[in-house]
T-cell receptor, first 111, second 116 residues
Framework: QKEVEQDPGPLSVPEGAIVSLNCTYSNSAFQYFMWYRQYSRKGPELLMYTYSSGNKEDGRFTAQVDKSSKYISLFIRDSQPSDSATYLCAMWAGGGNKLTFGTGTQLKVEL | DGGITQSPKYLFRKEGQNVTLSCEQNLNHDAMYWYRQDPGQGLRLIYYSQIVNDFQKGDIAEGYSVSREKKESFPLTVTSAQKNPTAFYLC???????????????FGSGTRLTVV
């Protein structure tokens, strides 16, 4: 079993929809949680990070962490075609000082 | 502007040939990483370096080698021992390994390597 599981998609939604992207994890030592966005043939870029449980909002993006369920989510409101990309979750436990990445979910927002 | 530069963007390798991928950063970051990305497999860590003149193997180091002689540079050599090298290679850096928990990694734009 992988430490971090992420549905690969692809996920296709109409413009303006609310998108929910999710990751589950098995390592209870993970404390910091991140979301990256990767456009085709480009490197990932950090969208936002959260520490421990709770919500964090940044514009149209909301990151949510539920440590009791070992489940994290990224919500995108009023989705736009420019949001079409692969979204990767990443987590940091501290011991190895390295991030552990999910496999990524491919999102397509259609006009 | 600060960032990570990977070159070349596209690289073609013949069977039995060694090739070197370049990664340069001007962010004054201590830690650097090399990942391989294949469809459906996400990012797999090849090598990482937390400080100059020191590096550690990641999960899939076989057939690869690195050096870290300068803080700014972390080149990756794909040797002929790597049997399936066709992939998208990403270099990343972070301020320090511990600092990655809040700063995350900064990635380059990648090098697509194809065996011909």
């Amino acid at each position: 079993q992988k430490e971090v599981e992420q549905d690969p998609g692809p996920l296709s939604v109409p413009e303006g929809a609310i998108v929910s992207l999710n990751c589950t994890y098995s390592n209870s030592a993970f404390q910091y949680f991140m979301w990256y966005r990767q456009y085709s043939r480009k490197g990932p870029e950090l969208l936002m990070y959260t520490y421990s449980s709770g919500n964090k909002e940044d514009g149209r993006f909301t990151a949510q962490v539920d440590k009791s369920s070992k489940y994290i989510s990224l919500f995108i409101r009023d989705s736009q075609p420019s949001d079409s990309a692969t979204y990767l979750c990443a987590m940091w436990a501290g011991g190895g000082n390295k991030l552990t990445f999910g496999t990524g979910t491919q999102l397509k927002v259609e006009l | 502007d600060g960032g990570i530069t990977q070159s070349p963007k596209y690289l073609f390798r013949k069977e039995g040939q060694n090739v070197t991928l370049s990664c340069e950063q001007n962010l004054n970051h201590d830690a650097m990483y090399w990942y391989r990305q294949d469809p459906g497999q996400g990012l797999r860590l090849i090598y990482y370096s937390q400080i100059v003149n020191d590096f550690q193997k990641g999960d899939i180091a076989e057939g690869y080698s690195v050096s870290r002689e300068k803080k700014e540079s972390f080149p990756l050599t794909v040797t002929s021992a790597q049997k399936n090298p066709t992939a998208f290679y990403l270099c990343a850096s972070t301020i320090t390994s511990a600092g990655s928990r809040t700063h995350g990694y900064t990635f380059g734009s990648g090098t697509r390597l194809t065996v011909v």
